[in-house]
T-cell receptor, first 118, second 114 residues
Framework: AQKVTQAQTEISVVEKEDVTLDCVYE???????LFWYKQPPSGELVFLIR??????QNEISGRYSWNFQKSTSSFNFTITASQVVDSAVYFC???????????????FGKGTHLIIQP | DGGITQSPKYLFRKEGQNVTLSCEQN?????MYWYRQDPGQGLRLIYY???????QKGDIAEGYSVSREKKESFPLTVTSAQKNPTAFYLC?????????????FGPGTRLTVT
């Protein structure tokens, strides 16, 4: 069975600090996909990034960066120079490659509530 | 513009009543999903449908039912058999594929049953 663990329930930092959100996953599949979503107070989940298991390149998008390490089964998310608008709950999620009759859907971690104080 | 709509945003019901949550998408996505979110918890999969007229149970399907008569629509019925129906319900859709494509989410419906 697959599992996603986000050990940090809540993180509070002052604006302009860098912050890293941790994500550790478990899966028996060799092909799988990892995702990060942002949930602002409005409740809608916003897609941030997808990463395939066979691509361990780190990715940077503006102030956001992601570090994928298969050796430690981790997919961590760093926000550089945080801003108040980054305040939200962030979810890490996992899906496995669909085989014939395979189960579909994302497995989510419990989320990390990020608070950026002005 | 394309997206996923869920209505209503807030829903109140008395215990023992069935209630149907609406989910519509105009993204031409084949797959649709229903998740439930409880306070301080991640999302849990209720049902999913990869194609019209077909759907599968997720991890917590008991007390729920769905239908998929049209590609655009995937309504969820919360029945009186669901022991703890009060929650935030999110609908999502995904382009067809092998599971690698990201899911896009609607704004959610917050259901309160008293």
């Amino acid at each position: 069975a697959q599992k996603v663990t986000q050990a940090q329930t809540e993180i509070s930092v002052v604006e302009k600090e860098d912050v890293t959100l941790d994500c550790v996953y478990e899966t028996r599949d060799t092909t799988y996909y990892l995702f990060w979503y942002k949930q602002p107070p409005s409740g809608e989940l916003v897609f941030l990034i997808r990463r395939n298991s066979f691509d361990e390149q780190n990715e940077i998008s503006g102030r956001y960066s992601w570090n994928f390490q298969k050796s430690t089964s981790s997919f961590n998310f760093t926000i550089t120079a945080s801003q108040v608008v980054d305040s939200a709950v962030y979810f890490c999620a996992l899906s496995e490659a669909l085989g014939v009759g395979g189960a579909d859907g994302l497995t989510f971690g419990k989320g990390t509530h990020l608070i950026i104080q002005p | 513009d394309g997206g996923i709509t869920q209505s209503p945003k807030y829903l109140f019901r008395k215990e023992g009543q069935n209630v149907t949550l609406s989910c519509e998408q105009n993204l031409n996505h084949d797959a649709m999903y229903w998740y439930r979110q409880d306070p301080g918890q991640g999302l849990r999969l209720i049902y999913y449908s990869q194609i019209v007229n077909d759907f599968q149970k997720g991890d917590i399907a008991e007390g729920y039912s769905v239908s998929r008569e049209k590609k655009e629509s995937f309504p969820l019925t919360v029945t009186s058999a669901q022991k703890n129906p009060t929650a935030f319900y999110l609908c999502a859709s995904r382009a067809s594929g092998d599971g690698s494509y990201e899911q896009y989410f609607g704004p959610g419906t917050r259901l309160t049953v008293t």
